[in-house]
């Protein structure tokens, strides 16, 4: 069973910086546009980044765009997502996961088209 595996989460101050690390033992992350979503507690999950296969293509919400950077290593089987000026509001859990449906990023990012969902790392944020 393919399941991927998010890191880097942690206690961040304002304007400070996380790098956020998505892998997926024994299954490659190449081939796939891989996207990252984040649920703060009592909300509905939310589309953050997406970085499309094959090309440097990516897309971003509008609340982090700017500030929050994904990227790949193909080697290291891994996609980052770079965080900075990080704000209370970006407080939630941070998940990475593959799109099944599409291999290039469209703006619009909806949960129902990927899987494979982690467990999730957690980001926290203060004031």
């Known amino acids: 069973q393919v399941q991927f595996v998010e890191s880097g989460g942690g206690l961040a101050e304002l304007g400070g910086s996380l790098r956020l690390s998505c892998t997926a033992p024994?299954?490659?992350?190449?081939?796939?546009?891989i996207g990252w979503f984040r649920q703060a507690p009592g909300k509905e999950r939310e589309g953050v980044s997406c970085s499309s296969s094959g090309v440097v293509d990516t897309s971003y919400a509008d609340s982090v765009k700017g500030r929050f950077t994904i990227s790949r290593d193909n080697a290291k089987n891994t996609v980052y997502l770079e965080m900075n000026s990080l704000k209370p509001e970006d407080t939630a859990v941070y998940y990475c996961?593959?799109?099944?449906?599409?291999?290039?990023?469209?703006?619009?990012?909806?949960?129902?088209?990927?899987?494979?969902w982690g467990q999730g790392t957690q980001v926290t944020v203060s004031s």
């Open positions: 024994g299954f490659s992350l190449r081939g796939y546009a």
């Open positions: 996961a593959a799109n099944l449906m599409r291999s290039r990023c469209i703006t619009t990012m909806t949960s129902h088209e990927y899987a494979y």
